[in-house]
């Protein structure tokens, strides 16, 4: 496979980064740079920064491509700066905790590969990368620590002295599940090493761990109101006059009643005006007298109710994991939909600003059901998710549940 190799390798230098650190990063870089694309090499050479300065340890088949990926340069660099890292013993058990945390735990291995998510091998079995598009990299950690249903990402910060500067930096480690994913430095603001930290991280997730993408709302698919109502003979707002109980109870009928009007006669004198009630015409908020689009015939919201629940119900029972309802609908029509969802246990939510709100139900699976299903989909993905596999870990068992 071909790609880009003219990139500027000094460009990825971090303004705050150590001298020593970045000629080992950069030697990294030099030596891999016609191996892998970019964004690629930058995410292994933060792997190789991690295991090399701060004691992380990754799934065996990580760690043994860094170390052949640093092989012809790692001893000559050390011997140039004198810069020797501390031995980092590998073993197959996750121990240790956060905060106090130079002695955390670092490591998890195997003596093979990992094929799903939920293996001991795996990096921080269960977890998965979840993007919906649009996140920062710290959202986006948060967001897949809630789907993969563990304790979100904790950051700590320390001083750390370097040998052979006399200084100190502002270290920023990220953890999860009591886990080194990376580590990132700044003088003395916490707020940018959080961020930087949080970056490095999620790149490195990126490159290690199964990620479920969220498919954006494909606009041409949406469910509109005429789609949910299904052209059916329901009563309207256009109240038929076969039906008088709303007219034998309505006071202004009964004060024409007494003035000797009938039921199916005209107003006026001569019975020349209208002969049924004025028609209620629901427009959506601000949207301006002179609309079009609005529905001139909308259902009663009890025979909406019965039809949206069929709808639902269809859905329910269909292959498709997710339905998005257009902007037609109004804010009594969508309360009615999040409380059938609600009985049904589907999952509901709203974008947009009021007068263009939109409506999206999600069926629930669990993190273990969503990833077996996308391994058995074509191109490992359906109406509402994309499963992307590590790419070094690209070998996806499918099975069932």
Not at 112 to 118: E, I, K, L, N, Q
Not at 336 to 345: E, Q, T, V
Not at 364 to 377: M, T
Request: aromatic residues 10%; glycine residues 4%; positive net charge.
């Amino acid at each position: 496979m071909s790609f880009d190799t003219s990139w500027d390798i000094d460009e990825y230098k971090s303004i705050h980064e150590p001298v020593e650190f970045w000629q080992f990063r950069q030697s990294f870089l030099i030596a891999n740079k016609h191996k892998y694309p970019r964004d690629r090499l930058l995410a292994l050479a933060h792997i190789y920064m991690n295991v090399e300065f701060n004691e992380c340890t990754y799934p065996k088949p990580t760690m043994d491509l860094i170390k052949n990926l640093s092989k012809d340069f790692a001893d000559d660099m050390r011997k140039l700066l004198n810069f020797w890292p501390r031995k980092v013993i590998v073993t197959d058990s996750n121990t240790g905790g956060a905060k106090n945390n130079d002695n955390a735990q670092t490591s998890t291995t195997s003596e093979m590969g990992y094929s799903t998510p939920f293996e001991s091998s795996y990096i921080i079995p269960g977890f998965m990368l979840r993007s919906s598009g649009g996140e920062t990299p710290i959202e986006i950690l948060k967001q897949s620590c809630s789907f993969s249903g563990i304790e979100g990402p904790e950051i700590v910060h320390i001083d750390k002295p370097f040998q052979n500067q006399n200084q100190k930096l502002l270290a920023a480690k990220l953890y999860i599940e009591k886990k080194l994913i990376a580590v990132a430095y700044h003088p003395d603001s916490k707020k940018i090493a959080s961020n930087e930290v949080s970056q490095i991280a999620y790149d490195i997730l990126k490159e290690l761990c199964f990620t479920i993408e969220v498919k954006e709302i494909d606009e041409q698919s949406q469910i509109s109101w005429s789609d949910v109502v299904n052209n059916s003979k329901l009563n309207t707002f256009n109240y038929k006059l076969d039906n008088n109980k709303e007219l034998d109870n309505n006071v202004g009928s009964m004060i024409l009643k007494n003035m000797g009007w009938k039921v199916g006669d005209g107003l006026g004198k001569n019975n020349q005006g209208i002969t049924s009630p004025i028609k209620i015409i629901h427009h959506r908020k601000r949207v301006g007298l002179g609309i079009v689009t609005c529905e001139t015939n909308r259902v009663n919201l009890e025979d909406f109710k019965n039809q949206a629940k069929k709808y639902i119900c269809r859905f329910l029972n269909g292959k498709k994991k997710r339905l998005s309802f257009s902007i037609e609908f109004t804010k009594d029509e969508r309360e009615i939909i999040h409380r059938i969802c609600s009985k049904l246990n589907l999952k509901t939510k709203s974008r947009g600003k009021e007068g263009s709100r939109q409506l999206v139900l999600i069926k629930k699976q669990s993190p273990k059901e969503i990833f077996y299903e996308l391994s058995n989909c074509s191109n490992f993905e359906n109406d509402c998710y994309i499963l992307k596999p590590p790419p070094h870990e690209t070998t996806i068992v499918n099975s069932a549940v």
